[in-house]
């Protein structure tokens, strides 16, 4: 082969690798999100059925990490996505069971619920305004229709508490309640509030930053 | 090595006349067009006395730059035309001007007043009334109270990722709505919980950075009804371009009842927040968890 | 002192080159100083700092230290302890050049201390993540071609932003002064060398190891902080942060010692009769810049030193509540990123500058005020970094002398534009690519200079700041300024570097789509900035879906320019090869003297200078008149 004609192989080697590259930039990485979960529909109305624990599955990318997950009315088949699929217009009734210990709320605020319809949530079958900010856990937000949902710790003191995900309600929870309507078709996006992410600075970084554990989308069609 | 200067050659002049009196057409053109067409739809329009001032501001700018870039576009345009080598093949080489001491000093001069004179014109318009700009927790430009409004201070909690508002006048109440009264003279108290934000209220020309542990004052003298865009203007984090809400100024009366709704509807909150203080130093701080 | 040293052993044959101390060897050993310094690092973290690190399931401190320890195994793989070495075990001091005795490809893998060598070295490794960089900019507008429907993960956006940014910042600073100003500046002062060759090597191969841990980030979560690294956002993230540092502190270091060196090399090494008044322009802009790089770049690593900090053995410099201030860090950033850009700007308009004198076929107009521009622009460069800070509650007493010191600057590079227009006066302007790449650079810089007056006003920058009208101003002064000029002294030098032609019609090609495409995408942001859309964010208000389109769309066909470049010089380099004449733009400075290649020695006998740097419009006779008569005086 001719000097120029191994240039050139060359030169087609070394394309050919960088649009592999390139490939797997793209794919592995840029669009490597979580899955979705859609509201289950009942007799009674649209349910969502989320769980939030203090360390994701021990074959998760991150183990140690807090995070959502979508789960069904008994607490079982966990799935671990954070994009949830409403219908629009619609009253959603929302359950979750949250198996982590209390962080304390950076802005008491949160305490209370907003937005829901009637102001109130249902925490371990009793209706309530709001709850003590030193106990909240977790909040699920979407700020964009001014939805805050506070979430209760488990006790310091508690017995029987669930390590990693899946937990199943045998384990030591507390179980929050609370309907809203959604908006209309879009994409909006939701948020805890509570400074949960242990292990980086002022408890904000790491799966409070991230999609998939602490944060996610609300697809509403 | 000296520069040669001053004579010009037989054909210099023409060409000289040439450019001015194009420059000259182009400004009687463009001038009236950027002041009276584009000027009253320069941002941040007119929502605000502040606002209106940078509308102002803007328009003043703009007709300045101007004469400046038609001078280089016209110039340039004029040179590549009237002096492109039109037998590249050949390679000949042009005058050997090194300078002209006279065009240097009256360059000089020029760009020096037009710089100096946009200085002071910022400072001026600058120093009567903020500018809807934060100033920090010592600010020196504070705008007079309206003729038959009143004043407002409203403290603009950022965090990662919500705008809330605290209104110290009314029991401390903090909303995640924001309403201003029309024709009121209002502070903002712009301070953040966690990581820089900025606090940027579009139609209002307001901008503010809410930096942790330190007030920044801002102020705005609200006009008539508004609906006005909050955006968060700092990245702070993965929801930054979702940081935001619509604000709204309304009639006195409106805002004293949306105010008095909201005491009620978070009673619950106001009890557990901290005393109001111009900067906040929330506990867990450290590695949370 | 210049004797050359040709090694006299036999040349090495196929895979045995590769053993030795090279580019190969330094992986290898980076690789292994990654895991020694990782492992080192889990060791000494006490107990109380390994709770936390358990809890975020990372370790900062042994990922700085393996980063660390991998750099260190990185550069002594590729030879550069050897030297020091030898010293200390007595070996007398030696300038041997180190080139291999066959003129191929290898010795570009290796540290070479032959100035053009290293030239070459810079310019493959800027171009590459140049070209990475470019790429990361065309996702992010793919991304922002919906505000409703998100292509990439909200996390790995934001990483995409940071990393285009940091990438570009990093990679340009020494962008057009590393391969130019290490293969032109001993040869327009009349020296052989660098001062320093070792150091000349030593600044990219550490520039080469930064760019390669920032693309490690995305191994550990991105970092989401944009290019100014914010504290204390960055130090609540992941450990791609710690990537983010590490990358720009070799930037940074980098940066002080090729500055450093260029000093050295222009004010002790120029040959007789080149005194300062001859300095050809793109020294006095390379000249300028260095000073700025040397002074302005140990304040980054100093601001990055203490995140570090922060984030591994829980100091508090930047964090509010602990004593620490978030203001700390954006002072001392933009005490040196404001230098920054004009590091990134006056070598664009040394370049400019020295390239219109020739295709204008006239001296450079205003010599001495080209200079006395440049130079203030490096003094005044130093009193303006508040203007990042206008509305972030800085002292309100401060703004207004921000306000004029900015506006100030403006006169020094006004000088710089007249020099620039005055050497088309009367000229005969030939308009090969190089020259209109210099011209675009004008019409570019325009744009980004007058909205830098809005932006120094600060009733206007109220509005502007954090938008996308700053961005649309930095775009169009550091890639309408920098990248155009980076693109005219690729045309126009690579015939002397690389010894041959690049396609002329390509490249006219390449410079009209880029042009073209370069103002239709970053135009709009003018408006989108004024209508309140902000910077660095994933979703917009549905109205500016229109514009966005458009400007995704331009980008797209700017990407496709540079597609046209990357194939003119694989076509024209790799394997067209057509040899280049020894003064192909019949240019009168020292370097087109020549021959092409430059031999290693560069010259035969060190110059003595006696003439100024542009002799141009002297002789009235044509350059070279083959059979047509010289052209007549038509001005």
Known sequence: MTAAGKRIVGITVFAAIVCVV????IGLYLTNVPGSAAATQTSSGTHLYLGTVPAAETTDRHPTWVSYYAVDANSANWQHVTTYVLPANTVVTVTIYNYDGASGLRNPWFGQATGTIGGTITLNGKQTKAIDPDDAS??????????????????DNAKNPCGNAPCSLSYDHTTTTFTFRTPGKGLYRWQCFVPCAAGYIAGFGGPMQTVGYMDGFIKVV | MSEQGGTLNVEGPRHWRNV??????ANVIMVPIVVFVLGPGLPPGNGSVEASGQVTDNIVLLSLATPVALGVLVYLGYVLWAFRERTPEVVVDGPPIRGNSSVQFWWLIVTTTLVLFLAGYGTVRLLADGSGGGQGPNPIARPAVPAGGSRLVVQVVAQQWQFNYRFPGYGGVETNQIELPENTLVQFNVTSLDVIHSFWAYELGVKADANPGVNNVAYVTTKGPLIFHVRCAELCGVWHGYMFNQGRVVPKAQFAAWIAQQRVKFAPATKTLPPYSKTYFPEPLRRGG | MSAIAVSTTAPRSGWRKLIGFNMLTGILLGIVGWYVGHWIGDRITGANLAYFSAEAGENDIAIMLGYFLGVVGFLVGLGFANYPIKRLLGHPPSLAEHESEEEGVFRYFTLSTDHKVVAKQYMVGIGLFFFVAGLNAMLIRTELLQPDVHVFGANQYLTLVGMHGSMMMGTMTSGLLGPFATFLVPLMIGSRRMAFSRLSAFTFWVLMAGEVILLTTIFFGGFQTGWTGYQPLGAQGTAGYDAYICFFALVGLSMTLFGFNLIVTITTMRARGMTWSRLPIFVWGAYTTAWLMMLAAPMLIAALLMAAMDRTVQTAFYIPGQGGSAYLFQNLFWVF???EVYILALPGMGIVLELMPVFSRKPLWGYRLAVAGMLGIAFLSWFVWQHHLFVSGINADLRPFYMLSTELISLPTGFIFLCALGTLWRARIRLTVPMLFCLAWIFNFLWGGISGVFNSDVPSDVTTHGSFFVMAHFHYTIMGGLVFAFFAAIYYW??????????????????????IAFNSTFAPLFALGFMGMPRRVVTY?????GLNVWVSISAYVIGLSMLVFLFNVVWSLLIKREPAAINPWHAKSIEWTLPTPVPVQDFDRIPVFDA??????????????PTLAPAGGSA
């Open chain 3, 541 to 545: 208000n549905p109205a500016w879906q």
């Open chain 3, 612 to 625: 100024d740097p542009y002799p141009y419009g002297v002789e009235p006779a044509p350059a070279r008149a």
């Open chain 1, 138 to 155: 977790h909040v699920f937000s979407i700020p964009q229709i001014g939805l805050a949902v506070p979430l209760e710790g488990v006790s």
């Open chain 3, 337 to 339: 990123g404001h230098p």
């Open chain 3, 494 to 515: 690579v015939p002397k570097m690389y010894g041959y032609n690049l396609n002329e019609r390509l490249g006219k090609i390449h410079f009209w789509t880029l042009f």
């Open chain 2, 20 to 25: 001015v009196v194009l420059w000259l057409i």
């Open chain 1, 22 to 25: 390139i490939g797997l930039y």
